[in-house]
């Protein structure tokens, strides 16, 4: 673990905070570039990745303080001291940030499905880097473990699951399936949005199971918070792929290959 990256003049830079701005480099390059393809002009791009970044600033930072209100219940000025208490909330941060691109995109006429599946190209890649600062940095932990490739964390003297490094593994896999889903649905005209609903439901997927392997302080019944914030955007992005990126004709297809192999009465 590497805390701080480096000092500058006696400044000590945090490995988190670099690897975030780094993040969110790569996320505005595949996003401008992703919507500029299909034709999006550059100053609405601008705009778009502009105000989602700063609602998506804003929520991460609202989420935490929601729920982990104890730090901040005693002194409200801490809420906007994220050097005093840091901490944000990545699931609030996406949420809003999407929310905002798709009500922007509306006003400049941007197609949602094509905000959809820049969104869901430039997310993976963005999220795989943000995820090394956050091992570097220790902010999420994984649970006691006794595997062969445990990890220590700084200040905890058990070993533990290297949970970012499952994270990254699964975001690479991902990556590489939207991104080849990307070419083909330009070749193939498939429906605006397909790629995008299919990252969700990945991600979504990802993120409640590799919640089993980290440590989370906040459980509603026997799930973890983020566990169920991933099973409601599962079935939107289910829902979605059903409705409106090709489910719909997948699933009567599939039903008829079922229903053929059943056999049937005789008369």
């Known amino acids: 673990m590497h805390p701080v990256l480096f000092s500058i003049a006696g400044v000590g830079l945090s490995s988190f905070s670099i690897f975030f701005i780094l993040a969110w480099s790569v996320f505005s390059f595949v996003f401008w570039k992703s919507l500029r393809d299909e034709g999006v002009g550059e100053e609405h791009i601008f705009d778009i ?4 970044t700063l609602s998506a600033l804003v929520a991460s930072r609202m989420g935490f303080v929601a729920f982990h209100w104890d730090q901040f219940s005693a002194t409200l000025l801490k809420i906007a001291a994220l050097w005093v208490s840091p901490g944000l909330s990545l699931l609030s941060g996406v949420l809003a940030g999407f929310a905002t691109m798709i009500i922007l995109g509306r006003r400049v006429k941007a197609r949602m499905g094509v905000i959809l599946d820049a969104f869901g190209l430039a997310l993976p890649g963005a999220l795989i880097v943000g995820t090394v600062g956050s091992l570097l940095d ?53 429906a605006l949005g397909s790629v995008g609903v299919v990252f969700f439901l990945l991600w979504a997927v990802v993120l409640f199971v590799l919640e089993f392997f980290k440590d ?32 719909k004709f997948i699933v009567r297809q599939l039903w008829r290959w079922l229903y053929a192999k059943f056999p049937k009465r005789r008369s």
């Open 216 to 247: 989370s302080r906040i459980y509603w019944y026997t799930l973890s918070a983020n566990q169920w914030v991933a099973l409601v955007l599962f079935s939107a992005a289910a829902g979605a792929w059903y409705a409106y990126a090709g489910g």
């Open 138 to 190: 220790g902010s999420d932990v994984g649970k006691v473990a006794s595997v062969p490739w445990s990890i220590r964390y700084i200040g905890l003297p058990q070993l533990r699951h290297p949970y970012q490094i499952y994270q990254i593994a699964s975001l690479v896999v991902i990556l590489l399936v939207v991104g080849y889903m990307t070419s083909q649905a330009r070749m193939k005209k498939w």
């Open 49 to 52: 990745t502009f105000y989602s």
